[in-house]
């Protein structure tokens, strides 16, 4: 096992979404699926796997079971910090887009107010320009004097392997679930946008065993996510980098940052914030539709799928 670690607003927000089946629950509560037989259908998905995801996500504050008086059937519905997820998915689906080149791949039809067919992409509240990954310094603040916590495994299931034909629904399953869908890649990943390229510095900073970090770092260079470069010869030693697909994994970062730190305050010891370089504000990451530049929240789009 490796070191406990303090929990980062990121952290306890991937504590909730890193799982394959909990992004595609939240997707389809987003498209307007809310019936257990309707999510069933949807995701081919076993009753106990569901019902599993449903419960941590009824208990985390996300979604609210509901029946109505004299009704056998229950439905889902996302509450207030359920619907503040919605810019975190567009920048999700919005990385779909651009790094998935798969036909066969899902991606839910939403439209902008404006008319356009959705695009979107980040950018500074107080400057009005476009956030890229080399223009924000990430800061962590401490909130309470015990810096370490343990989290116990949230899911048991086996971690999904790209091209892996689990169901009928395999090939529909967006790239981005694959990236973000098993904690301990992103917790690597994390390393590597933060700057930090070393094997033993990234194991200091995720504070898991060296074999997972080597297994995890192998994962994703297979998803294109990061590649190595040669720094010493003799033995040979490398520097893990993101390449621009990971790098575009910022603006996901920046929307659950934001979330964790707005709704998860009593789990986290450490408040993450943003710094935006090129305006030195504080950043406050907004996602903006690219045809019109208006704000993306849910009640300014639609869905055609």
């Not at 889902?76 to 919605?86: S, V, W």
């Not at 700057?195 to 510095?201: E, M, P, S, T």
């Not at 659950?256 to 406050?284: F, V, Y």
């Amino acid at each position: 096992m490796g070191r406990s670690r303090a929990q980062s607003s990121v952290g306890a927000a991937l504590d909730i979404v890193a799982d394959q089946w909990t992004l595609l629950i939240i997707r389809d509560l987003f498209a307007g699926v809310s019936t257990w037989k309707g999510l069933s259908d949807s995701l081919g998905i076993s009753p106990a796997t569901l019902k599993r995801r449903l419960d941590l996500l009824i208990s985390d504050g996300c979604v609210d079971r509901d029946q109505e008086a004299g009704r056998k059937q229950v439905r889902y519905k996302l509450t207030t910090q359920g619907f503040g997820l919605f810019p975190f998915l567009m920048a999700a689906r919005e990385w779909q887009l651009r790094w998935d080149t798969r036909p066969e791949a899902r991606v839910s039809k939403w439209h902008h107010s404006c008319g356009a067919a959705l695009r979107c992409a980040p950018f500074c509240r107080s400057c009005g320009e476009a956030v890229n990954s080399g223009d924000v310094a990430l800061i962590d603040e401490a909130l309470h004097v015990n810096d370490t916590v343990t989290s116990p495994r949230r899911y048991r299931c086996k971690s999904y392997k790209p091209g892996q034909a689990d169901s009928n629904h395999a090939a529909q399953r967006p790239k981005v679930v694959d990236v973000l869908g098993e904690s301990r890649t992103t917790a690597v990943m994390a390393a590597l946008l933060r700057g930090i390229h070393r094997f033993d510095a990234i194991q200091q900073f995720t504070g898991l065993p060296p074999a997972t970090v080597s297994s995890r770092l192998r994962r994703i260079q297979l998803l294109d996510l990061g590649h190595t470069r040669l720094y010493q010869e003799n033995p040979d030693r490398v520097l893990y980098q993101p390449s621009a697909a990971g790098r575009d994994l910022l603006s996901l970062s920046l929307q659950l940052m934001q979330w964790g730190n707005k709704w998860l305050a009593d789990s986290i010891q450490l408040s993450t914030q943003a710094m935006h370089r090129s305006c030195g504000q504080p950043l406050e990451s907004v996602m903006r539709c690219e045809h019109c530049h208006g704000e993306v929240t849910f009640s300014s789009v639609s869905n055609r799928s």
